[in-house]
């Protein structure tokens, strides 16, 4: 009550963007949607829930998404009927999660989920009593299960663009936060205070930034002016939370420019601290080995190809690699097993700060791995790695680094050939290869005495 009282009398914050308490509405007519353009299964939920009595409107996504012309990932539904409440009126409903509910109503393949209207909890909560709070001391929300009313429920939700309402039987988009202004504008907004707003929830740092990729969006000053700061309040995230945001961020096909304005605002150091050190000593090859990589990935993903965060991770952390290996190999361990003890190292510091499962850090491991065994062709070697299951992805890997410009004696280019050559051409190939070389030389150090390497350096690719 007090707090209502307070916020009322408070002056506007930076002119147009206060906390609004009645919304902006916009007809049908003054905007672009239609009810047609929205799932027909929403649709139908938000008609059910409005028939029997509640409030239900189309929000988040899918309304910025389709204001901006683009075609919505998923169809998000919010309510003020409780999660039991919306169970009872569909069949085809399931209470989903424990601390804060949610209700998934199913028609074949496609899920709608119902959110009931959610507040915000009051900012002195936490002072009252740290035990039962839902803040911790640096104003971290760490529950977040209070319902409210469609209002608080504007207020709660991170950027202005994502708290717009529509409600498909009218046609009507309600407008708490001045969100399609900021859409007209191409600006994303955090609601309310910034520093506040991201001390309840640091990952609000990383959505703004894959807003931004993903819609092309600017960030507006004051939404971007706390972030450097307080970047390093990400290292207090759960690493699995953390693990779900670097997928959206790096599988979002935009993922060399999210990577930029990561970097620039320093938001990948304490996602990657291995490789952000990497950056800093070997700016310009750590730059471009990840941005090569992102921009495949990128490339893969908008035609429609399979891209597998093994092969991303291994990419963002391999830079960090030779240095550990070569700080093992000074206190007397041998090559190989510092370079698979630096692997072992560099992956189990990352999964603390992201955790990978483990399905992924194998095949991180196995496309390391292959680098060391490319090199080594001689007899059978090259026909049993071809038919090894990681080979492309271990061959894709070694262009990637070619291209950030690693040494490695034409070797890319050999194994195009190879795999472009019959076998009696292979057979050639291999010989050749025992006539100028061993073939089986494990790492750099016996192939720069090699004499072919001379021979080649004029006429390789020079990449
Ligand atoms: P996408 O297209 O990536 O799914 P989205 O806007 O639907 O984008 P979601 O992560 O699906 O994003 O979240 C749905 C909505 O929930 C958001 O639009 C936003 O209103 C709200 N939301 C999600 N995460 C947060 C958060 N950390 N803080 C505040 N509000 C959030
Ligand atoms: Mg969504």
Known sequence: MLKKLFQSFRPPVRGAHHKRTTPEVINSGQHSLQRGQFSRHAVSIVERLQNAGYQAYLVGGCVRDQLLGITPKDFDVATSATPEQVRAEFRNARIIGRRFKLVHIHFGREIIEVATFRANHPENEAAEDSHTSSRNESGRILRDNVYGTLEEDAQRRDFTINALYYDPVSERILDY???????RNRLIRLIGDPTQRYQEDPVRMLRA???????????EKHTVQPIRQLAPMLREIPAARLFEETLKLF??????DTFEMLVDLQLFDPLFPASAEALEEHPTYTHTLISQALINTDLRIKQGKPVTPAFLFAALLWPALPGRALRLQSRGMPPIPAMN?????LISEQCQRIAIPKRFTLPIREIWDMQERLPRRSGKRAEVLLDNPRFRAGYDFLLLRESAGEETDGLGQWWTDYQDS???????????LGSRE???????RKRKRSPSKRKRADGGAGE
């Not at 936060?177 to 859409?183: K, L, P, R, T």
């Not at 076998?423 to 010989?431: C, K, N, Y």
């Not at 061993?438 to 750099?444: K, V």
Request: hydrophobic share 40%; proline share 2%.
């Open 422 to 432: 019959n076998d009696s051409e292979r057979r050639d190939m291999i010989r050749d």
């Open 341 to 345: 003890e630096a692997a072992h190292e």
């Open 177 to 183: 936060a001045n969100g399609v202004h900021d859409i």
């Open 209 to 219: 930034v894959r807003f931004a990729a993903k819609l092309n969006f600017g960030i």
């Open 251 to 256: 599988l979002s096909g935009n993922a060399a």
């Open 438 to 444: 061993d073939g089986t030389s494990a790492g750099p």
